[in-house]
């Protein structure tokens, strides 16, 4: 049904009426097991698979109900607050997944799982060289997941009434949200039409279309029009993650402060293009992207490819992403962190040749483009020459400057 909202507006000489269509829906929420402090979110590959569900639990709800597909587990109500307390009480048993770990051991984990290695760079002897270096530095990095986490959580309304199913989501995407709604429903993806609406911003895949799925999957079951807000742990528990990151760096310079060697070592997995939600309607997790697609090989241009270095290994292990959070693009995914274990190890030189460390890296540039860009942000910067580590401080506030280099993984 289709009501209206009337807005009078009084201009001083001039009176407006506003007529704004208003769309009556029901409300919905995607049910996941939840934890200590609301979240606990399995492993990619393993997701939230119900035993059972008892939906007598919610019979004292009037008006909410549950909706299946797969192991997609929701409710609907009339109003909000009744879906909310619905998703609250409904009574699952969930199968226990395997343990995820914890931030101080998925890297460990990483270093120790089965890898799919690819040699991105290999010239000279690295290693060799490193004897003959006048100053060697090296260190492990551990970059870690990156979430998503929106202002505000993600928000779908889809209507079936019509000819079309509609959905209204702030995905990036229409063309491909409408696709992988029609696959999941098993329809056309004529009969699916998405219209983009203003939501929360993401610097990458948040979940809008988890949102959009949910929202498509309750609106199809119930025949009426269903708008799915995300709960804040529904957001946060079970985003889609910036993979983590283990780099192990090893650099070595002469004399004159010219790099003559450089190995970088880098355990990741990759991400995924499905949602959460996909899989639990599928009962099947999403593929994670193929290694083909350099989705989660370390970045050959980050890694030092900027500098003249004659001897220089990179080496990527890819580690299957099964049972670790669930990746997914989070804007120039993982380049950061292959950047930021690249450049720290620069510094670490420069500090040991106590050089200015914009310095050493025109020293030992061998791009005139990267050597053009480096000019450019000094000069914006007004960068004042300083020996690095020359201005080491205890105290609890302290303020700096630095520069460093990296781009996103392009071929």
């Not at 609301?38 to 997701?47: C, I, K, L, S, Y």
């Not at 551990?142 to 979430?147: D, G, K, L």
């Not at 500098?307 to 995914?333: D, E, F, Q």
């Amino acid at each position: 049904a289709v009501d209206a909202v009337i807005l009078f507006c009084d201009f001083g000489e001039q009176q407006r009426v506003f007529l704004f269509p208003v769309l009556l829906a029901e409300e919905g929420l995607v049910v996941r097991p939840l934890g200590e402090g609301d979240f606990e979110q399995r492993g990619f590959g393993v997701g939230a698979q119900p035993v059972s569900v008892d939906e007598a639990s919610i019979a004292h709800i009037a008006g909410a109900k549950v909706i299946r597909k797969g192991d997609f587990v929701g409710v609907v109500a009339e109003r909000e607050w009744d879906a909310v307390k619905a998703a609250r009480d409904l009574k699952v048993v969930w199968r226990e997944g395997p343990d995820l770990g914890t931030n101080a051991t998925v890297y460990e984990r990483m270093r120790k799982d089965k890898t799919v290695d690819t040699q991105i760079a290999s010239k000279g002897d690295p290693a060799g060289m490193m004897q003959k270096a006048a100053f060697v530095r090296g260190a492990s990095y551990f970059c870690p997941y990156q979430a998503h986490v929106p202002f505000a959580p993600n928000c779908a309304l889809a209507d079936p009434t019509g000819e079309q199913l509609v959905i209204r989501s702030s995905t990036q995407d229409v063309y491909s949200s409408r696709k992988q709604v029609a696959d999941i429903l098993g329809i056309a993806p004529e009969k699916v039409r998405l219209q983009y609406f203003e939501g929360s911003g993401t610097f990458g895949r948040s979940c809008y279309e988890d949102a959009t799925q949910a929202a498509a999957i309750m609106a199809t079951a119930t025949g009426k029009p269903v708008r799915v807000q995300y709960m804040r742990w529904d957001e946060h528990g079970w985003d889609n993650y910036g993979p983590a990151h283990l780099a192990e760096v090893r650099a070595g310079v002469d004399e004159q402060g010219n790099i003559i060697a450089y190995e970088y070592d880098g355990w990741q997995h990759g991400w995924t293009i499905t949602s959460t939600v996909s899989d639990s309607a599928r009962a099947k997790p999403g593929e994670e992207r193929a290694s083909g697609s350099g989705s989660i090989t370390v970045n050959p241009i980050s890694t030092g490819s900027m500098y003249k270095i004659a001897n220089r290994k990179v080496t990527s292990h890819a580690v299957p992403m099964v049972n670790y959070l669930r990746g997914a693009a989070l804007r120039s995914p993982l380049d950061l962190s292959f950047a930021f274990a690249s450049e720290q190890t620069m510094d670490e030189l420069a500090t040991a040749l106590k050089m200015d460390p914009l310095e050493f890296r025109r020293r030992n540039i061998g791009d005139e483009r990267w050597l053009d860009v480096l000019n450019a942000a000094a000069k914006a910067a007004n960068w004042r020459p300083k020996v690095m580590g020359a201005y080491l401080s205890s105290a609890e506030v302290v303020t700096g400057r630095g520069i460093a280099l990296g781009t996103h993984h392009v071929s």
